[in-house]
């Protein structure tokens, strides 16, 4: 026969997983495409189920803010700097 468990143990999880097939050349001939129409003028009717989202936007933001960050810390370095100078022209040689 065989003793009583007090624990027991879990049985396996099933996974059940059906792969989606991803085209990436065909996506951008139809982007190409709907870009074309679009730029002759024939009425191209919008996809709602669409992203709006265009590759390599996240990135050239991210490039965008660097850049207006590290512009407005020079802007502000130079206003700085020339107060130290006025300041101590003020102050040395009058």
């Known amino acids: 026969?065989?003793?009583?468990?007090?624990?027991?143990?879990?049985?396996?999880?099933?996974?059940?997983?059906?792969?989606?097939?991803?085209?990436?050349?065909?996506?951008?001939?139809?982007?190409?495409?709907?870009r074309i129409k679009q730029e002759m003028g024939i009425e191209v009717p919008s996809d709602p189920n669409r992203s709006t989202i265009k590759r390599g936007s996240f990135r050239q933001a991210s490039r965008n803010t660097k850049v207006k960050a590290n512009r407005s810390s020079n802007i502000r370095l130079v206003i700085i700097l020339a107060a130290l100078l006025m300041l101590a022209y003020l102050l040395f040689l009058k």
């Open 1 to 34: 026969m065989g003793l009583p468990r007090f624990i027991k143990l879990p049985g396996h999880k099933q996974f059940n997983y059906s792969p989606r097939y991803w085209d990436p050349e065909k996506e951008e001939r139809e982007e190409r495409i709907r």
